[in-house]
């Protein structure tokens, strides 16, 4: 009787009827410090601790029992390779906890969607993992920073979220950790995708509207488990008269692969061809992405990449493409494989 009578306390310390949720805390503006109300755009990125981004919404235990850790503090245009490989593991870790039933991941704006789509890459769970940001911060007017994080518990605590692979929740949208990125720089509605929402959260529900089809999570033969550095990949700009140092110097720096964020279709100058044939020779991949932010690269179009043995990104932005190739080197150098492997997620 006594049994029944207690209330069930689990690892959050709080009734565990609610989903448990544990917020990662990366840093960036969501916890960012201004002089004023009036600096919405001139703050410090990362100042704010995990424990006081929850305490600031008060709302969040009614919807989960919720828990913070702090993984990093730090701006994301300072994170490398080294702090997405240490947080995939700490992800994967808690994911596999039975008594962890969501996880949101504070991050800063510039690379959330890096992250995103790494972690959706790399970590085996159909748990909920939902990335949030914000584009002001809390001591500004208007910041969106607590609204975007109760949206991203309210996701990560609902079921529904399962098996979508990683999500981002930003400005009331449920965005895919897969293709969706900061189009703006300087509006609360920074985040999109050219494939749009999957969904929204409106007052702390959520409204599904569509699923990623691309293979992710569960179903990605990458484990981070299994990863413990990255290979070097650079990214080339195009632009007109790009020249080609930026691509030798990448090729000497030890890039085992190069993203040609190309004109139009993933477009090469003609000087630049045989400098990235030379490159391809000496073993390095060459993946023809492009500076269009929509649309995708259709292989063999602007360039005959099966002779030239070059993999084009299909849809993904060469800051997605840089994640994908880094990850698929760890698996192989066959050209065809890489290619695939741009297809599949
Ligand atoms: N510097 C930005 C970052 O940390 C601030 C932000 O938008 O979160 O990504």
Not at 154 to 166: H, I, L, Q, T
Not at 183 to 193: L, Y
Not at 237 to 242: F, H, N, T
Request: net charge neutral; proline share 3%; hydrophobic share 45%.
């Amino acid at each position: 009787m006594a049994l029944a009578l207690c209330t069930a306390l689990g690892a959050f310390g709080q009734t565990t009827t609610k989903a448990n949720v544990v917020v990662l805390a990366t840093g960036g503006t969501i916890a960012g410090a201004g002089a004023s109300a009036a600096n919405s755009a001139t703050y410090q990125a990362a100042k704010v601790p995990v424990e006081k981004l929850i305490a600031g919404v008060p709302e969040l235990a009614d919807i989960a029992n919720v828990r913070g850790e702090q993984v990093f503090q730090i701006a994301s245009e300072s994170f490398t390779n080294e702090k997405l490989i240490t947080l995939g593991k700490r992800v994967a870790a808690l994911a596999k906890d039975p008594g962890v039933d969501g996880i949101v991941i504070t991050h800063g704006t510039d690379t959330l969607e890096e992250t995103s789509f790494f972690l959706t890459l790399v970590v085996h769970t159909d748990k909920p993992i939902v990335v949030v940001g914000s584009m002001r911060p809390g001591t500004a007017m208007s910041a969106d920073g607590t609204l975007n994080l109760y949206d991203a518990v309210v996701v990560a605590a609902d079921k529904e979220s399962r098996g979508k692979g990683v999500l981002i929740a930003m400005n009331d949208d449920i965005l895919s950790g897969r293709d969706a990125g900061k189009r703006i720089n300087i509006k609360t509605n920074a985040f999109g995708s050219q494939w749009g929402a999957l969904g929204s959260v409106v007052e702390g529900k959520t409204y599904w509207f569509r699923a990623p089809v691309k293979r992710h999570t569960m179903a990605s033969e990458f484990d981070i488990e299994k990863i413990d550095t990255l290979p070097m990949v650079s990214i080339v700009y195009g632009s007109g008269e790009m020249g080609t140092a930026m691509a030798e110097a990448a090729g000497k720096a030890g890039a085992k692969a190069i993203i040609h964020a190309g004109t139009g279709n993933g477009s090469v100058p003609n000087y630049e061809v045989e400098t990235l044939r030379k490159l391809r020779a000496d073993g390095v991949q060459i993946v023809r992405s492009a500076r269009v932010p929509d649309g995708f690269v259709l292989r063999n179009s602007e360039q005959p990449d099966d002779k030239y043995d070059w993999v084009v990104a299909h849809d993904l932005n060469p800051q997605k493409a840089k994640i994908l190739a880094a990850l698929a080197l760890t698996r192989t150098s066959d050209t065809k494989e890489l290619q695939r492997i741009f297809w599949t997620y």
